[in-house]
Nanobody
Framework: VQLVESGGGLVQPGDSLRLSCAAS????????MGWFRQAPGKEYELVGR???????YLADFVKGRFTIARDNAKNTVYLQMNILKPEDTAVYFC????????????WGQGTQVTVSS
C-alpha cells in the first residue's frame, strides 16, 4: 500500500485547505483510514478516522471546523479543514489500516500545513 498526501500549504488564520490522501496497491474500500498530525516539538495526535463502514470520527479540537470524507472510486480520503488556526500548524499524515485490521499500518510521507498571518 502506498499513500500520497497533497494539499498542504501556507494559509492565513480563518482560511481553508483540503488535504487529499491517495492510496494505491489494494482494495481501498476495505481500508480503515486516519489523519494524524505532528506539530514541531509535539507528539503525533489523531485528527480523524474514516472506517470502511463509512463511519467517521473527528477529534474534539477540530470538530465543527474539519470534516473527513472518502471517495472509494478514487481511492482517496480527504480532510477538509476550515477556520484554520495557528495551532493547526503541523505536518499532516494519513494512515491506512487494511485487512486483516491491526496487522500493519501504512503511512504517507506527510504534507505541511502552516497557518500564519
Amino acid at each position: 500500500v502506498q499513500l500520497v498526501e497533497s494539499g498542504g500549504g501556507l494559509v492565513q488564520p480563518g482560511d481553508s485547505l483540503r488535504l487529499s490522501c491517495a492510496a494505491s496497491g489494494r482494495t481501498f474500500s476495505s481500508f480503515h483510514m486516519g489523519w494524524f498530525r505532528q506539530a514541531p516539538g509535539k507528539e503525533y495526535e489523531l485528527v480523524g478516522r474514516s472506517w470502511s463502514s463509512g463511519r467517521t470520527y473527528l477529534a474534539d479540537f477540530v470538530k465543527g471546523r474539519f470534516t473527513i470524507a472518502r471517495d472509494n472510486a478514487k481511492n482517496t480520503v480527504y480532510l477538509q479543514m476550515n477556520i484554520l488556526k495557528p495551532e493547526d500548524t503541523a505536518v499532516y499524515f494519513c494512515a491506512a489500516d487494511p485487512p486483516p485490521y491491526g496487522s500493519r499500518t501504512y503511512w504517507g510521507q506527510g504534507t505541511q500545513v502552516t497557518v500564519s498571518s
